[in-house]
């Protein structure tokens, strides 16, 4: 992606204009992003998808009693009617089993892909939201159809309401109120408060209109979040370090033992339940020398963020892997959709695996990475080990061979 081409999805900036002046700083509105957009997904569509177990989906009702939630699956006879106002259908990670969801991602890589997370689609009867409320992630809202009305406000008071089963302001403070149409979107940085309303519509063809808002969210790990996570797996790594030197040294010599605890001059006491200091001393040494290695540091960050949500699987290929075809130009490759790639100087990661990765084969997995495909042209460059592990991954499900158009190019995904 060229950051410095002017996008109408960012109202005329360039993804490196947007990020500097907007991204994690202030709002931004715009009018017609995706003007002509039709929703790729109808609403007994959307409702089908709700109804399968593997897939994230929430239903809130507002009624004179209060909010109420509750968590899918969803039959579609569950779901209250149509005419009842004031009723909205959550469905996450859209991305991951619609095609055109997951391409229409695509088209905010601007951001690291270390923060993008997934699309959520909302339908809302008129009347319908979930509610005054912020995200501590970045959002873009996206009017696919229908029309919201929005309420923002740089929020000072995040006091929430007392027994509601959502995170519901208390003390909603609005600031500015834009009514979005579809082919319209809204940009909202971190804890920016806002609230949206459908209201009634009719479209093109006369008839009323569903309010369809798709909210295209980021990924924001707390610190705490991190730390416990890579401490965990830098302790993994540790282990599984120990036992392979312990394996490569069987025969020959004593292995190394870890080290271990050992108080020879602690005292007899009288207050048994007090920590020993030098355990703290201990443990805290532990954790230091954890984290003096940067290259197992960064393994451990790029396996998180590239680790599968829970409850993604992948398929079996249909087709065996032809390395031969690979290594002599007659297919391509592409990601599957629910990959996750990424990459640092070192290391090549996916789905949650980490690989040492130089040279020309490296170069050619950061394409892989970056464009989400290799062209035959591009994939007849590869090493005999890179096939070997594209053949791997195509196996696991998490890579896909593609055809070719008549000019030898690939069908991109």
């Not at 569950?78 to 009723?87: A, F, K, N, R, V």
């Not at 940085?189 to 009323?208: L, Q, W």
Request: net charge negative; charged share 25%; hydrophobic share 40%.
């Amino acid at each position: 992606m060229d950051v410095n081409q002017p996008l109408p999805l960012l109202a005329g900036l360039t993804p490196a204009q947007f990020m500097r002046r907007h991204w994690q700083k202030k709002p931004l509105l715009v009018r017609q992003a995706i003007a002509g957009f039709e929703p790729f997904l109808s609403r007994a569509a959307l409702f089908k998808l709700a109804a399968r177990e593997q897939v994230e989906s929430r239903l809130i009702v507002q009624q004179a009693k209060g909010w109420g939630m509750k968590k899918g699956p969803f039959a579609s006879k569950s779901l209250p009617p149509l005419s009842q106002e004031g009723w909205t259908l959550l469905v996450q990670g859209v991305d991951l089993h619609e095609p055109a969801g997951h391409a229409l991602l695509q088209q905010f890589r601007f951001v690291p892909d270390a923060r993008l997370d997934d699309l959520m689609i909302s339908f809302a009867t008129p009347g319908g939201g979930v509610g005054p409320h912020f995200d501590s992630y970045d959002v873009f809202l996206f009017q696919a159809s229908g029309r919201r009305r929005w309420k923002i406000g740089l929020q000072k008071d995040f006091t929430l309401q007392p027994d509601v089963p959502l995170k519901i302001l208390q003390n909603f403070e609005v600031d500015e109120e834009f009514v979005l149409e579809a082919g319209d979107m809204l940009y909202l940085p971190p804890r920016y408060a806002h609230d949206g309303i459908a209201e009634a519509s009719v479209g093109t063809n006369g008839k009323p209109a569903d309010c369809m808002t798709y909210s295209i969210g980021f990924r924001s790990p707390a610190r705490t979040e991190l730390a416990s996570e890579l401490l965990h797996r830098l302790a993994e790594m540790g282990e599984d370090a120990a036992e392979e030197a312990c394996a490569a040294e069987a025969g020959r010599k004593p292995a190394r033992a870890q080290p271990m605890y050992r108080d020879p001059t602690q005292p007899a006491t009288e207050t048994p339940a007090a920590m020993p200091a030098g355990l703290a001393d201990f443990a805290g040494q532990a954790v230091l020398e954890a984290l003096k290695d940067p290259l197992a540091l960064a393994c451990a960050l790029g396996e998180y963020m590239t680790e599968p949500k829970p409850g993604v699987w992948f398929d079996e290929p249909e087709q065996a892997w032809d390395g031969d075809a690979a290594k002599a130009g007659q297919m391509a490759i592409a990601l599957d959709a629910r990959t996750r790639m990424m990459y640092d100087s070192d290391h090549i990661f996916i789905n949650g695996e980490s690989y040492r990765a130089k040279g020309a084969d490296a170069s050619l997995m950061h394409r892989l990475a970056n464009q989400r495909c290799l062209l035959a042209s591009e994939l007849r460059k590869a090493g005999a080990s890179a096939i070997e592990l594209l053949g791997d991954w195509h196996e696991a499900g998490w890579v896909q061979q593609i055809g070719q158009q008549a000019s030898g190019d690939a069908n991109r995904p």
